[in-house]
């Protein structure tokens, strides 16, 4: 038999938080997720993990909702993804893992500074 520990039931639970907030929000999986995905696997599993449930998250409501989706507004999306991703995967594979998890820190912390500011300033 499986047992299942306090890491596994906060992996699962931070994902599904994260999953949550992409279903009410259309966004914000990877801003929730791989802080603690990277925290508790180190930044390559983490990020890793956090790109694969985000992928099949966005499967699964591509599917539920594909006639409402605004091919003009995805593909900038799309096309911004695949050209940063490989780019992220060779940071994680090179940059040391302190300097990884500051950055990832950062970057989410001026992510969520971004979108507040972004929502306080209402002309």
Do not use: D, H
Not at 6 to 29: I, K, N, R, Y
Not at 31 to 48: D, F, H, K, R, S
Not at 76 to 99: D, H, K, N, Q, Y
């Amino acid at each position: 038999m499986v047992s299942i520990g306090a890491p596994e039931l906060l992996l699962g639970a931070t994902v599904m938080l994260a999953a949550s907030m992409q279903w009410l929000t259309g966004m914000g999986f990877a801003l929730i997720a791989v802080p603690v995905l990277a925290l508790m696997l180190g930044p390559a599993q983490g990020v890793v993990l956090a790109n694969c449930a985000a992928g099949v998250i966005s499967v699964i409501g591509l599917a539920a909702s594909w006639r409402r989706v605004r091919i003009g507004a995805m593909l900038p999306l799309v096309i911004a993804a695949a050209c940063t991703v490989p780019a992220g995967s060779w940071a994680a594979a090179r940059v040391p893992e302190p300097v990884l998890l500051a950055s990832i820190g950062t970057l989410v912390t001026l992510a969520v500074a971004l979108v507040m500011g972004a929502r306080a300033y209402q002309p």
